[in-house]
């Protein structure tokens, strides 16, 4: 058997349960007989029809399809050099998203089992983004004797030098999922997995929007974790973009702290201040729910353009009634199952080269209107 440690700690210490949200994803893979946190619950219903193992969106307004999300990983032909492993990976704050990449750990420690290799991992988050809680736990995890730890970086430079001093004391560190800490940012970490492209992700949310609102118009920035990688450099790609063209102007840029209910009540600000608003971009999977919800309360679905980032349910709902524009939907299921692959290569005493690169680069596909309907159906269940 192997383990997963998928509960975190409340301020006062008590445990709390960290429960998937793809329920009709889970149906397919069958992952509820593996002892995920949450299975007690009953599982969203499963489509009717068996889905492809790739999911297909719409990749523009055109109908050009490609891969959001691919299901049917095996593991690759290397050969782990022991029969057990013990890794440790902490991610930025408890949440859907995070809950996803998860599951790809799963189906690959799953395959793994059945070659008769266990996989041992611990899988823990704060409620609340904190550097200072994420270098706790990194040091924590390197008194433990885990093969690998891997941190989804919270700061770049707070946590930079503390994964350069485990490495200096012999422990093996690696990046993953959404924010990578890199040699280019002076640290020395093995190797990341996970999105290497956030700018431009950034970039070409903002392009869609732009070309939506025919190159005119005000737009406000819901950002996210300040300091968090994936967040700025999303919003960077965005000013980047705005900063082109010479009838738009970006008017409010906020952080919500990954929160729905900060990035709602920022957006009711937006609109309060900004009667003529014509967008906004949102930088993480929280906040295109929170910009949706205040901008359907103000009666402005029908002039507000709104762009942002990945699957979640409400958001993907928002997304088939038109008031999202454009969802940014990153594979965390490929992610994930990447992520134990290197994990375990890593343990091997293998660098970066032929057996892995020291990036492991995965995609976002931008989702419009069309592509909505099939991906709440295959994450979801959901057939209407």
């Known amino acids: 058997m192997f383990k997963k440690l998928l509960e975190d700690k409340d301020d006062h210490g008590e445990q709390k349960e960290k429960g998937f949200f793809l329920g009709g994803l889970m149906a397919i893979l069958g992952l509820c007989s593996l002892g995920f946190a949450g299975c007690g619950k009953e599982p969203a219903e499963a489509p009717a029809q068996e889905p492809d193992e790739t999911l297909l969106v719409n990749t523009d307004s055109g109908g050009e399809r490609g891969a959001a999300i691919e299901f049917d990983h095996k593991l690759g032909e290397y050969e782990p050099l022991k029969d057990e492993y013990n890794f440790y990976f902490t991610y930025k704050i408890v949440h859907p998203w995070w809950d996803a990449v998860a599951i790809g750990m799963e189906d690959a420690a799953k395959q793994y089992e059945e070659m008769g290799i266990i996989i041992n991992y611990e899988y823990l988050a704060p409620s609340v983004v904190s550097a200072r809680d994420q270098i706790r736990r990194m040091e924590d995890a390197s008194e433990r004797g885990f093969d690998v730890i891997g941190v989804d970086v919270a700061d770049v430079d707070v946590i930079a030098p503390v994964i350069n001093e485990l490495i200096e004391e012999g422990h093996k560190v690696m990046t993953f999922s959404s924010s990578d800490a890199a040699r280019e940012d002076g640290c020395e970490r093995i190797a990341y997995v996970g999105n290497t492209h956030n700018y431009e992700d950034g970039m070409q949310l903002t392009e ?59 957006t009711k600000a937006f609109l309060e201040e900004h009667q003529d ?48 524009y454009a969802l940014g939907v990153q594979d965390c299921y490929s992610i994930g199952f990447d992520t134990v ?34 991906m709440l159906q295959v994450l979801y269940g959901e057939l209407n």
């Open 277 to 324: 608003l014509a967008g906004i971009v949102c930088c993480n999977m929280s906040n295109p729910v929170g910009a949706a919800r205040a901008v359907v309360g103000a009666g402005r679905e029908d002039k507000i353009v709104i762009v942002g980032m990945d699957h979640d349910q409400e958001a993907l709902r928002y997304l088939r009634d038109g008031i999202i």
């Open 341 to 374: 692959q290197v994990a375990i290569k890593i343990a091997d005493g293998h660098l970066p080269g032929d057996e892995y690169p020291e990036k492991t680069e995965e995609t976002t596909i931008i989702v419009y209107q069309d592509g909505a309907a099939e």
């Open 208 to 266: 869609a929007l732009c070309e939506k609102l025919a190159y005119s118009g005000k737009v406000a920035i819901l950002v996210g974790t300040k300091e968090a990688p994936c967040h700025e450099d999303r919003a960077l790609g965005a000013q980047d973009v705005i900063a082109q063209y010479p009838d738009m102007e970006i008017v409010e840029i906020a952080y919500d702290d990954d929160n729905v209910e900060n990035a709602y009540k920022l």
